[in-house]
């Protein structure tokens, strides 16, 4: 089971069953490289949910260039989700195809 809870430093706390408790700074960059592939979905809901609670409305999610499994996961998940308005790769400035940019929606 896996939970998520913020903390007052502006961080949240991500929980995997068996794993030790990993802290996410709540700034608009998520790096998945510390989650195993299939916590993705669930990491980049909770993060998505903590930017919006903060008025945070562009996400840098770092998936790594690799084989590009992880990056189609991220956009696929991506593409479903109600509150991510549009994404792109990253530019040279920002991890090119090793990130993805997501603009959420103004809720």
């Known amino acids: 089971m896996s939970d998520k809870r913020d903390t007052r430093d502006g961080s949240a706390t991500h929980e ?49 260039k690799g084989t590009g499994a992880l990056r189609e996961t991220v956009r696929a998940h991506l593409r479903k989700h109600p509150c991510v308005e549009s994404f792109r790769l990253g530019d040279e400035t920002s991890g090119g195809w090793g990130a993805t940019l997501a603009r959420l929606k103004k809720i």
Do not use: K, W
Request: aromatic residues 4%.
């Open 16 to 64: 995997s069953a068996g794993a030790e408790p990993v802290q996410i700074p709540i700034n608009g960059e998520l790096d998945l490289h510390t989650f195993l592939p299939r916590e993705t979905a669930r990491v980049i809901d909770a993060y998505i949910d903590a930017c919006l609670e903060r008025d945070i409305r562009t996400v840098r999610i770092i998936h790594g």
